[in-house]
């Protein structure tokens, strides 16, 4: 079985760093791109991440390009998500997903709120 | 970036009506379209991908169809656990993105 399970959320003031973590199992890890989403309270769906199987191509919209980065460690099956200079609108749930195109398989999510 | 419209907002029906969600993209996505069902309190699931191509373990009474900017997901048979918000998701070009989504609610 699947499974992705987020941990590192929680309330942090804004201009500060949070590292999320990302903990897979249940299928071979570093065949798999993986790519994180977030969606903000009572919002849409947001791409945020996306790393390719070995970690060797990154990709990342305008709104967190420069603040935020993606990164992989194959041998521990896990993903990460450094967040620095964090802002307002990046309270949200943030997802850890499996792929890039189409997105199969969802952690439960973990909360990050930016707040004063 | 591509922007990805859906309508309507909010959709009420009957169980066992026969149910259509649109998504519109800003360009032609050439069927890199996804669509994704998120119930309250939970993380979305993968419906259909590739316009038309079912996840497994997806009821066969949901399909997807369209080309070009114009898709369609459709729920033959509206079921109460069919109760849902629905995104459509585009991947045709950077920066991925998804339409602001459809509610779904039982008459």
């Known amino acids: 079985e699947v499974q992705l399970v987020e941990s590192g959320g929680g309330l942090v003031q804004p201009g500060r760093s949070l590292k999320l973590s990302c903990v897979a199992s249940g299928f071979t890890f570093n065949n798999y791109w993986m790519t994180w989403i977030r969606q903000a309270p009572g919002k849409g769906l947001e791409w945020v991440a996306s790393i390719t199987n070995t970690g060797g191509s990154t990709y990342y919209p305008d709104s967190v390009k420069g603040r935020f980065t993606i990164s992989r460690d194959n041998a521990k099956s896990t993903l990460y998500l450094q967040m620095n200079s964090l802002r307002s609108e990046d309270t949200a749930t943030y997802y850890c997903t499996t792929g890039v195109y189409y997105f199969d398989y969802w952690g439960q999510g973990v909360m990050v709120t930016v707040s004063s | 970036d591509i922007q990805m419209t859906q309508s309507p907002s909010l959709l009420s029906a009957s169980v066992g009506d026969r149910v259509t969600l649109s998504c519109k993209a800003s360009q032609n996505i050439y069927k890199y379209l996804n669509w994704y069902q998120q119930k309250l309190g939970e993380a979305p699931k993968l419906l259909i991908y590739y316009t038309n191509s079912l996840q497994t373990g997806i009821p066969s009474r949901f399909s997807g169809s369209g080309s070009g900017t114009d898709y369609t997901l459709t729920i033959s048979s509206l079921q109460p656990e069919d109760v849902a918000t629905y995104f459509c998701?585009?991947?045709?070009?950077?920066?991925?993105?998804f339409g602001s989504g459809t509610k779904l609610e039982i008459k």
């Open positions: 998701q585009q991947y045709n070009s950077w920066p991925l993105t």
